[in-house]
Structures are given as C-alpha cells and as structure tokens.
C-alpha cells in the first residue's frame, strides 16, 4: 500500500504500491498517514519524497468506494498534515497525478514531473469537484483562468504544459525519484511558509467579478444541464474571494450537494460502462478473454466518401499501412485531396508528422490482395455491397478479415457471398470516422469470435470505444432511433413545431434536437433509404393511406419536405433556414409552419398544445422501449452497451448516463405506465406497446440497472 525508507542517508522515502494506479483508497490513504509519521519521526529524515511505483504517481480517489461508508483516514486532513510539515516534502511525479492524486501533490511543498507524466483533475467528470483541497489550491497557484480551465473541464496536460503554468516546479527526462531525492537534500534546511500553498494569495485577476460572470454563461452553454462544471466555477471563486479556511467550508458545501446527486450516479455508472462493454461475450458463450485476435499490420478502405476518408485517416494515425481503393476517377482524386488535408490538420492538433507515407491509393481492387483486413465503405446498397464482398474474397489472400462499414445491413447476406463467412464482421464507424469515439462492432451468426476480437483491438488500437452488438436492421444505436425519430414527426402532424420539439430535447441535454440533427445530415438520406424500402408516395400520398404503411402509422412528412428540395443545410433550407447552403446557424422558417398547417388541413388533423414533457416521453420513452427489446433479442448483451453506444455515438448527454440509465433513474414503473398510456392513445404505433422484458422487469419489483443481466439471463434461457 506504502512503504517508507531512507534513502542517500537523510531522505525518507514513501512509496505507494496499490497497483494498478496506486488509487487512493481507505487502506492507501491510512498507509500514506502511518508511513508520513514514520517520516517526521526519523530523526535522519531531513526531507521527505513521496512517489509511486508501477510507473504512476496517483490515479486519484478509489471510485469503488463511492456511496460507500468512509473508511479509513479522510483525504483532506492527511493532505494538510503533509503541507504543515516542518520538513520538506517533495511528489516524485512519474505517469500520471490525477484527482486526489494532484491534490496529494499540491500539499507537498515541491512537485517534480517526468516529461512524460500528465496532470489534471477530472473530478468535473465523474459530477463532482476536486473537494480535498484542489479547487482551493490550484488556483492560488497557478491562477483563476488557468484553474477555471482545468477544473471545469477535467483536461490531462502534459508535464510541460504544468511546468509553464507553475503547477510542477521541474521537468525532467531522467529517473524522477533520483532527481527528487537529490532536490529533496538540496531544500533540507530552507524555510517552507512560503511553499504551503493554503498561505498563497490567488493572483489578482483584474475585474474579477466580470471573469467569473463570463465563464459562468459559457459552461452554463457547454454543460447542457450538467451541475457539476457550475458547481466548480463556485468553488474556485470561493479560492478567489475568500481566505482558505472559507473557502474550505464553501467546497466541501458543494461536494456534498453534488455527491449525492443523480448526475453523480450517473456520470459514474457510464464510468464502469466503458469497462463493462470492453469485456464483450457473444451469445455462443465466446468472450474477450477466450477469444485471441491476430495482429493487423496493413488495412485497406474500399469507398473514399465521407466515411472512408475518416476510417483512412484513423487507420493511418493508428501506424497501419492503409491501401485506399476508390474506383470512380472524379471521388478519387477528391478524396486524395480531402485525406491530405484531414492528416495535415490531424498533425498541427497532436504535434506529429502527417502519416501520409502510410496511405497507397488505388483505383484498383486488385492492390488489397496481401492485407490482413479490409474496411468496405461503399454507398449502402445491399446489391453494391454483396458485389463487393464476393469481389474481395476471390482477391484477398485466405484469412483476410473482411468488415463492412454498414449502418443498417444484414452482414449476414455480404458474408454470404464470400468463401469464409466466419471472417466477416460489421465495423460500423459514426462520422466523422477519424473523430467520433464509437464503433459498434457487429458480429452475424457465423462471424468467429476471432473476428470479433479483431475488430475490437482494432477499434482501441484506433482511440475509439467498441462495443459488440448482434446483426439486426440498425443494429443498436439506429434501431434505437427510428421509434425516437417517428415519434417527433408524429408530434409535429398533432400541433407541435421543429422549434418546440428541439428545445425540449436540447433543455434535456442534447447538443442539437431532432430536427436541427435532420437538416445536419441532410433530409435526403433517409428519403432514399425509405424510397428503397417502398414507403414513398408521391406527393405524400391521400386519404387514410397516406399515413399508413403495412398497418402502422407513417408519417410522411420528411418525404413531402425533399420533394421541395429542402434537403437541410446543404440547401440552405429543411426544417429551418439558413443564410446560405452550407450554413450551420438555424433560423425559425414561417415556411415550415405554414406547410404544417396545411398539412394538417389536408389529413383533417386539429393541432393541440404539445408539452416539453410530452415530447419527452414519447421520444426518449419509444427509444428505451426498443432498448428493452434490443435486450430481450438478445443484439446488445446489457444495458451498459447501449447506454455507451448512445453516449459516445448519438449525443446523448452523459450526466444522464445514457437511455437506459435513465429509464432505470425515472423508475421502470413509471415508464411503463407512460408507454401504456401513450400505446392506447396510439394504437396504430406498435412501437409504444411496452415491451415484454420491462413488463418483467417491473413485475420483478425493478431492480437496479446493476441487476438486469441476471434477469436477462432467465429470459434468454427460456427463450
């Protein structure tokens, strides 16, 4: 846990051994205080220097304990007892001080980084704020604006970023504990008030109340209803305006607002969820920690559209030699021009050189012959796709892994066409590819857990978060948003507008609404894809059938829109207008509400008043219903597998904790009663008919979201 020693005759030396990342747990923190008095009490121990092995610092708080009763000594007590030493202490920083372990290192008297080693407080992040001291000390250390910053966005910077900023009193390439033991000699004897950091003066910052004002608006912006960012910039302004044992009192006020907070549980549930989904299992019982991959040295893209160009560039950034095939001469050369540039930007942002050595270009099909994995990103047409898979596996050589970058297909029918259906999988990338951190991994009934595994290292050798999910129309994420989707143009036939709709889901927390999201993307893709898919009447069609189809209502709407050619942004025009094609600033259109209007006069539809809670329930509750039903199929293997995929790849708002975290905090009773009544409300809508798995979830007694695998699992195996 910790260890203490003397090392070069007069330094006592703490080590802290809690691998992996040394967390601050009840038996750390009560080692760290019994290890710290063995210090003061060695009458040879001059100084003292405190590092951790396993090439980290301190990860911060041990996260297991939350909500758990404080055991062992607290946190803020201990890191006082350090900083009133009357002996010099020095954090030998290697890897990484982050949380409470930045805090450990702001209460000795002297921080010393390897160059390699980062820093932050990412409480902010977890719905909570850096309460054992850190939102006091760090801006009288380092400044209001630079602490704002770092505290309200919970960001790692390098060791050199915290030497320019004052966090870290030296950088060093060398052994960190050497150099500290040595510094730790050298500053035995000096005196340590003006070192303890609860003694310092914020720097002044001119007009400090308009600072404060003026960050305040842009997090309130940034945080879409999350508690925690606001709650941050208090604590720091407490730092900034009142002496520190107020400022004391006013954090650890705030700490305890937040702590107990549904935004808290939340946001550190999605915490674990990320863990649990990288721990993936398939419904033949194969599982990550069974299931070897083989290593991948050289990919190719096959399509250089939008998507391919970002799976290129992620490839490429990855160290992967990439062969990027596009067969149309005109896409070709724009798509060469358009990868340059994305590495060109890629490479002023990390401060590397562009990969472009690793991208070979062809027009050819036949230069992917010697990969060990292709990507196909081509437009998404079943008939193009087959085409393309069975083209791929008379060239590949033999185990080639062959992935598609479908978002809606049956992988099963392109795995078809090929003469090893076990190697093929879905690796289904959100755009822009080389950006988003999703990337549902879909695996068909005769993908081999080989496959799987693959495309999963893959995926986190590429930065992105994979989540594997069973072969279905939409797979997860857009299975899930159809219901979601059909529900806000439903409301807009019974009186609401695209401005309502959108403000309530922006209030919830969305980034952008339904209907700003539709003209982003562009209203004509989905109006081919249901075009394909015989929905399409022209001119939306008349009498009853015109919103109906195969017996269940439709909407028609969006269809209506494109055959005016507002197709969204990119035509200056869609559910809102824009100064231009191509302009991203929403403006309310009198058009659209005069189209509505006439709308429903023609279907003989009276518009009613449409609520933000109405327009959340139907929307959100539609969704978690397919959830469930995605649950029950058996296509995601838990509940935190959809509420990641939802997170990282469809906007929604992490201190919610994703769409089945939030059915589970709303309370399951609750959401079955609203469905039941929005079902016989609308009974032509199949959607809203609660599912059978939370009919048994709630029949259970609702047991927490932790539990639902094992009620799964009865489901299943009756099934």
């Not at 009133?84 to 372990?101: C, L, R, W, Y």
């Not at 993908?447 to 989540?467: C, F, I, T």
Request: charged residues 20%; contains cysteine.
């Amino acid at each position: 846990m910790a260890q203490y020693s003397r090392v070069s005759g007069s330094v006592g030396l703490i080590t802290l051994n809690y691998p992996p990342v040394n967390a601050l747990s009840a038996v750390v923190r009560q080692a760290i205080v019994d290890t710290f008095e063995r210090a003061l009490g060695d009458p040879n121990a001059k100084s003292v220097v405190i590092y951790g092995q396993n090439g980290m610092f301190c990860g911060g708080a041990d996260i297991k304990e939350f909500g758990l009763d404080m055991k062992g000594p607290h946190l803020i007590p201990m890191i006082h007892s350090i900083e009133a030493s009357n002996k010099p202490v020095v954090a030998a920083i290697e890897g990484g001080a982050f949380g409470g372990g930045l805090e450990l290192a702001l209460g000795c008297h002297y921080r010393i980084a390897h160059s390699k080693a980062k820093v932050g407080l990412p409480e902010v992040t977890l719905g909570l704020l850096p309460a054992a001291a850190g939102s006091q000390r760090l801006p009288r250390l380092i400044g209001v604006p630079a602490a704002l910053n770092l505290i309200t966005t919970g960001r790692h910077i390098t060791a050199a970023e915290a030497l320019q900023l004052g966090l870290v009193d030296q950088v060093v390439d060398k052994n960190t504990v050497d150099t500290a033991v040595k510094f730790a000699q050298s500053v035995a004897d000096k005196p340590l008030d003006s070192r303890r950091i609860r003694n310092f003066q914020c720097p002044p910052v001119p007009n400090v109340d308009a600072l404060f004002e003026q960050v305040m608006q842009k997090v309130q912006q940034t945080s879409r209803g999350a508690i925690a960012p606001i709650a941050c910039v208090q604590a720091v302004r407490a730092a900034a305006t009142l002496p520190y044992d107020e400022g004391m009192q006013r954090e650890k006020e705030l700490m305890a607002t937040l702590f107990t907070s549904g935004q808290a549980r939340a946001l550190q549930y999605f915490f674990f969820a990320q863990r649990v989904v990288s721990r993936w299992s398939m419904p033949s019982g194969a599982r990550w920690d069974t299931s070897k991959g083989r290593p991948i040295h050289k990919a190719a893209v096959i399509g250089l559209g939008t998507m391919g160009r970002g799976i290129t560039v992620a490839l490429a950034q990855t160290g992967l030699s990439v062969v990027a095939v596009e067969t149309q001469e005109n896409q070709f050369m724009d798509a060469k021009k358009a990868v340059s540039g994305m590495l060109e930007r890629g490479a002023k942002r990390s401060g590397k050189a562009p990969p472009h050595d690793k991208i070979t270009y062809s027009q050819n099909l036949q230069a992917v012959a010697e990969v060990d994995l292709v990507i196909e990103a081509v437009f998404e047409d079943m008939a193009l796709k087959k085409s393309v898979f069975k083209q791929l596996s008379a060239v590949c050589k033999p185990g080639t892994f062959l992935c598609t970058n479908t978002s809606t297909l049956d992988i099963d029918q392109m795995a078809s066409e090929t003469r090893q259906p076990e190697l093929v999988v879905g690796m289904h990338f959100f755009a822009p590819a080389h950006v988003m951190k999703l990337l549902e991994v879909v695996y068909g009934p005769r993908s081999s857990p080989e496959a799987v595994a693959v495309a999963m290292q893959l995926g986190k050798k590429m930065g992105k978060v994979s989540v594997a999910v069973g072969n279905c129309r939409g797979f997860v994420g857009n299975r899930m948003l159809k219901p979601y989707r059909d529900q806000a143009y439903f409301l807009l036939e019974e009186g609401a507008t695209p401005e309502l709709i959108d403000q309530a889901l922006e209030e919830f927390g969305f980034a952008m609404g339904a209907f700003k999201v539709y003209d982003l993307s562009g209203l004509d893709v989905g109006w081919k894809v249901r075009k394909e898919e015989g929905l399409v009447q022209p001119g939306g069609g008349s009498g009853k059938s015109a919103r109906i189809r195969q017996g269940v209502r439709y909407s028609p709407l969006g269809d209506l829109m494109c055959e005016q050619g507002r197709f969204g942004q990119k035509t200056g025009c869609g559910w809102y207008r824009y100064d231009k094609p191509g302009s991203r600033v929403a403006k309310s259109d009198p058009w659209v509400h005069r189209f509505l209007e006439e709308y429903r006069a023609r279907h003989g539809l009276v518009a009613r008043r449409i609520t933000n809670q109405e327009v959340l329930e139907r929307c959100l509750y539609a969704m978690i219903n397919e959830g469930f039903r995605i649950l029950e199929d058996g296509i995601a293997a838990g509940p935190e597998d959809i509420d990641v995929i939802y997170v990282f790849g469809y906007g929604w708002p992490r201190h919610r904790g994703g769409p089945m975290f939030y059915a589970n905090m709303v309370g399951l009773q609750i959401v079955l009663e609203r469905l039941e009544h929005y079902a016989q409300a609308n009974p032509d809508v199949p959607t809203l008919q609660p599912c059978s798995l939370l009919r048994r979830l709630v029949a259970s007694g609702s047991p927490p979201i932790s539990k639902w695998r094992e009620v799964l699992k009865k489901v299943q195996s009756q099934l």
